[in-house]
């Protein structure tokens, strides 16, 4: 049985927080603070949970944090006077409107009202043009961004390497095909999805596979070719008797599974999920920097 590298990123997230509060330092002493203003919609448990993570964050970091929460009923017009606002907040640098919105709020119209110099999410069209132009002024989505410094402090060689990712969605899957394709990472991607044909042989010729569906436990150990690099993005929770709460997390792969067969696995919880929030911190430390 092969052990695997367990890629840890709570220890890579721990060290790009150490690089961005000595950055946040440096832009104090020219008179800047680094804000982050995140609005919470609804009730949401895990979004919560997400927005509370952030603030703690931005409060051990030193930032300037602004939590913004409104009830479910609140009118799309309402929420855009908001982000109008924060727009207008010379102290504000990072907007982030936490999904999910309520059904009665159009998404796409709320992303493309924040001014995408303030867009540290990487959501706004013009940020994803610059991704796809690779334009270093623009903003990367958080998960994925974090999936690639994972990578790369790993030491692991995306290039010439045939990577596959499940899932296309803009929040992932579409960006980390991007940067994974781009000029300094050189890797041939296919990107593969639920109506793809033969998903398992697809997903048998990656050197690096990267889950981001949202169904627990998808990828099974005949999905992977031995040697493989696996990052797993899904976070779900299922139920689990053995656990006190009666649910646990799991991610989009089989990991008891499929761990033999790679060479290295990110674990869920424990993975992906801490570089999404340190690579926020690093987004709108860079908007503090390109505003000024």
């Known amino acids: 049985m092969n052990q695997p590298r367990i890629l840890d990123g709570k220890a890579v997230a721990a060290s790009v927080l150490d690089e961005c509060r000595t950055e946040t330092a440096e832009l104090k002493e020219k008179g800047i603070t680094p804000g982050l203003a995140v609005i919470l919609v609804g009730t949401d448990p895990a979004s919560a949970v997400y927005v509370g993570s952030k603030a703690r964050t931005c409060a051990d970091l030193g930032f300037h944090s602004v939590k913004i929460e409104r009830p479910e009923e609140i009118t799309q017009e309402e929420l855009l006077e908001i982000v109008a606002d924060l727009n207008a907040d010379p102290a504000v640098h990072g907007i982030l409107v936490q999904s999910p919105l309520p059904k ?26 610059k991704l796809v132009l690779e334009d270093p002024t623009g903003f990367v989505p958080c998960t994925p961004a974090g999936c690639m410094r994972l990578l790369e402090v790993s030491g692991i060689d995306t290039n010439g390497a045939e990577a596959v990712v499940i899932g296309r969605s803009m929040i992932v899957g579409k960006p980390l095909a991007m940067l994974l394709v781009a000029k300094n990472s050189n890797a041939t991607v296919t990107i593969a999805h639920s109506r ?12 690096i596979l990267i889950a981001a569906v949202g169904r627990p436990d998808m990828v099974k150990a005949d999905w992977v070719k031995p040697g493989a690099v696996v990052i797993d993005v899904g976070v779900n929770r299922i139920p689990d008797a053995s656990k006190k709460s009666g649910t646990r997390l799991t991610g989009d792969v089989d990991f008891k599974e499929v761990s033999p067969r790679c060479s290295a696995i990110t674990p869920v919880p424990g993975g992906v999920g801490p570089m999404t929030i340190a690579m926020l911190m690093k987004n709108t430390i860079k908007a503090a920097r390109q505003l000024g």
């Open 196 to 207: 793809s044909k033969d998903l398992p042989a697809i997903c048998r010729r990656a050197d």
């Open 104 to 129: 009665h709020i159009d998404e796409e119209t709320v992303i493309r009202a924040i001014d995408p110099r303030k867009d540290v999410d990487g959501f706004h069209p013009e940020n994803v043009a």
